[in-house]
């Protein structure tokens, strides 16, 4: 309804008052005007503010994007408000999408604000807000505009970055500047040992102490910092479990978003070059950098992963697209075929490869009990599982679930001093 029309409650006072003036004449009876005056002042008073203007509207997040677990409130805009007293607004609530009211409905004078309704969002990824209708009540309820449908915003909800920091040094650092310890003696603050002076030292290198002792000039070495290069492996063939949102239960593809989330914000903080593929649904993939502005790339890549709703071949070859020297993290709950072979193939080629296992734990009793079918099927298929890791651990490629911080600690150490001696690679 895009015009303005009368309410069924002016319609009532104007009959009540029509039928207990007609009484009155026809019955003689001057008490019906008296009952009857009630009813026809606040329907002529309706009629007289009847509003001749024809109002816009215009929903107003102001924001495009939000984490998981925040909230904004959706503003109302309307234009002009002459002739307006009352706003009514009622919006959807679709899944993953809070709203207070719980129902999503609200009404209130225009002279006390228009009224909001606060949204919150509990899960990563694009999340429509559904539409909402909206009715205008002019003075005295004598006249009402719509309601119109407002058609629902799209938010882009960007993963909650799990818990996590690590103090672990980079296997192969490789470029130019960083915040690891290079195998090479340079310019750093890593001190590495003390020599005798030579031409083209810096003065302020010189250590007095050890040289008034030894008769003759010596210097302090020290260990030049560089930087790493991290690519993260994101596996989105399947998403097993249902999500709760963010203070729910997690889904495999859960786990694996909010560690991703995690492991690229860390490295990017402390300056490494990070890279980013996501194996699914447009083969997503994001080149090495470094920065703030990269780091939001990062993040609204894996805030648009979907899980691959098609067959996976298990005999498919799948190349994760590693070039030089780098660490891989891969972050998958290790059920295709395709994604242990081609993480084997880079655990022989020599590349530092860490495995982040993120299937998590799964309810029995939600799956039909311990001693349903599924259940069954879930555990055989844990058998093989369980059988693809070992022969992975066995190729010297560590697997580790995901427990926030220091999850990768112990496994970064033995993989920097695995890289610090000679090794042979499988071309």
Request: aromatic share 4%.
């Amino acid at each position: 309804m895009t015009r303005w029309c009368a309410t069924p409650a002016l319609a009532r006072a104007w009959a009540v008052a029509a039928a207990g003036l007609v009484g009155a004449v026809t019955l003689g009876s001057p008490v019906l005007v008296v009952l009857t005056a009630p009813f026809l002042l606040p329907a002529l008073l309706g009629l007289l503010h009847h509003p001749r203007t024809t109002p816009r509207l215009a929903a107003d997040l102001g924001v495009l994007r939000l984490h998981e677990g925040q909230g904004t409130v959706s503003a109302l805009a309307v234009t002009p408000l002459d002739g307006v007293e009352h706003v009514t607004r009622a919006m959807e609530r679709p899944a993953y999408v809070v709203l207070s009211p719980l129902r999503g409905a609200v009404g209130g004078l225009v002279r006390d604000g228009l009224p909001g309704v606060e949204v919150g969002v509990t899960r990563w990824g694009p999340r429509s807000l559904g539409s909402e209708q909206v009715a205008l009540t002019g003075a005295w309820a004598g006249f009402r505009w719509g309601p119109v449908g407002l058609p629902g915003a799209t938010l882009g909800v960007l993963p909650q970055a799990a818990a996590f920091d690590s103090r672990a040094e980079a296997p192969q650092p490789d470029g130019l500047v960083g915040a690891h310890r290079s195998r090479r003696v340079g310019s750093g603050s890593e001190f590495s040992g003390i020599r005798p002076f030579a031409a083209g030292d810096r003065l302020r290198r010189i250590h007095w102490p050890v040289s008034l002792r030894t008769g003759s000039l010596q210097v302090v070495t020290t260990r030049s910092e560089l930087d790493s290069g991290v690519l993260v492996v994101v596996d989105a063939l399947r998403d097993i479990g249902r999500s709760g949102g963010v203070h729910g239960t997690a889904s495999s593809l859960d786990l694996t978003v909010r560690a991703a989330s995690a492991l690229v914000e860390h490295h990017v903080r402390v300056g490494d070059r990070v890279g980013l593929r996501v194996l699914g649904p447009g083969d997503a993939r994001v080149p090495f950098g470094t920065g703030t502005r990269h780091l939001h790339r990062l993040t609204g890549t894996l805030a648009r992963v979907v899980p691959e709703t098609r067959h996976v071949e298990e005999d498919a070859a799948l190349d994760l697209g590693v070039q030089g020297d780098c660490v891989v993290y891969v972050l998958s709950p290790m059920l295709h075929a395709p994604v242990v072979t081609a993480t084997a193939t880079l655990a022989a080629r020599g590349v530092p490869v860490l495995v982040i296992d993120t299937l998590g734990e799964r309810d029995l009793d939600a799956l039909g009990g311990p001693r349903s079918r599924t259940v069954l099927a879930w555990r055989m298929r844990r058998v093989e599982r369980d059988n693809l890791l070992d022969r992975l651990g066995a190729l010297g490629c560590p697997v580790v679930p995901w427990r926030g911080p220091g999850t990768v600690d112990d496994v970064l150490h033995r993989l920097a001093r695995r890289a610090q001696q000679p090794r042979v690679r499988v071309r």
